[in-house]
């Protein structure tokens, strides 16, 4: 069968944070312009998963009046801690002087990532932009030239061996004139642009991690609004292995708490999802869980080698953007912000392209 194909000016590959900031912007710049966002979700914000502190500053540029427009921001930072976690029983809380000033979140919020994402969906649906949740974008078209033209997304109806069945439909044909990649960490086809156009050249090695992370209803007792716990050491310092935990007191008596392991660590048989659970008993976390009741859990690889593990964002017919390429601000443990600014830069530069 041959596939279908339908015509973008822009196609954006993911419905993240970067993905839905760039679409926005598009149609804030020219709203003549047609604008596509593929995600592979079932609804916008299904795959997404992050603690999450959120600096505000790429959505004040990019949507100015957001607190009336309902923007799921409601729980500022009160209070941060840090602490050095030694044993189960033992951690060392740092002083205000020696935690790094980038690590300091007086001005920021606590959010769920989700929400914000369905609220940014919303936003941009009201500009005109089209909405594809259910589809992952399986494979990058090209031209002849070698200039990306689009993606395809995956068949349906084949059989475990890859052949087709009675129900078989071939994947849909998405041309652009420029498309933007937003998957997220370690994105199947960020991976294939950057190994086809060579944008890693000069780079150092990317680093990983893998963060795992809960989402608790907790005793409104123990409930601190606005309260962020960040944390090293302890468990993960037993096998020579490095990281970093938090845990944010949401509203509602909601508490996310979280692992991330670097994925460097030299024991084979360390299991992260193992060290996670003995992380919850650690006693600074556990005085806040004990009694509550887990609501939901999941799991991500986080980009996190920074500035210097940055690939080249632009190639011929597109950009990568966010978590894709790399711009999580490490240092700040923060990287929506980034993402998002990294869509509203990509949708200038396409609006100015596009112009000449």
């Not at 009046?65 to 840090?82: F, I, M, N, Q, Y």
């Not at 937003?182 to 890693?200: H, P, S, T, V």
Request: net charge negative.
């Amino acid at each position: 069968m041959e596939r279908e194909a339908m015509d973008y000016d822009v196609v954006v590959v993911g419905g993240g944070p970067a993905g839905l900031s760039a679409a926005i912007r598009l149609k804030q710049l020219n709203p003549e312009l047609s604008v596509m966002v593929l995600e592979k979700g079932s609804e916008i914000g299904a795959h997404i998963l992050s603690g999450a502190l959120f600096e505000t500053r790429a959505l004040d540029e990019l949507l100015p009046d957001w607190p009336a427009k309902g923007a799921p921001v409601t729980t500022p930072v009160s209070e941060d801690r840090v602490f050095l976690y030694r044993s189960e029983t033992s951690a060392v809380k740092l002083p205000a002087f020696a935690v790094p000033a980038p690590m300091h979140n007086t001005g920021n919020w606590i959010i769920s990532l989700g929400s914000l994402c369905r609220w940014l969906a919303e936003q941009a649906e009201a500009l005109g932009v089209e909405i594809f949740p259910g589809f992952a974008a399986a494979e990058v078209l090209y031209h002849e030239d070698g200039t990306v033209k689009g993606v395809a997304t995956g068949d349906m109806g084949r059989d475990k061996h890859g052949e087709p069945k009675d129900s078989f439909q071939p994947g849909l044909e998405l041309h652009a004139r420029y498309t933007l990649f937003a998957e997220g960490a370690r994105g199947q086809l960020g991976k294939e642009l950057i190994a086809r156009y060579d944008l890693a050249a000069g780079t150092t090695a990317q680093h990983y991690g893998l963060g795992i992370k809960e989402l608790w209803q907790i005793d409104p007792a123990k409930h601190r609004p606005g309260l962020v716990v960040h944390g090293a050491g302890w468990p993960l310092s037993e096998h020579g292995a490095t990281g970093g935990s938090f845990l944010y007191h949401l509203d509602d008596c909601q508490v996310a708490v979280g692992l991330i392991a670097d994925l460097n660590y030299a024991n084979p048989y360390l299991s992260p999802f193992e060290e996670f659970q003995r992380f919850k008993l650690q006693s600074e976390i556990r005085k806040y869980l004990e009694g509550g009741k887990r609501l939901c859990y999941g799991a991500r690889a986080i980009t996190k080698g920074g500035l210097n593990s940055l690939p080249k964002q632009s190639f011929p017919g597109g950009l990568l953007l966010g978590c894709d390429a790399g711009t999580l601000n490490f240092a700040k443990i923060k990287g929506v912000h980034t993402a998002m600014k990294s869509g509203m830069l990509a949708a200038e530069t396409v609006h100015a392209a596009l112009q000449s």
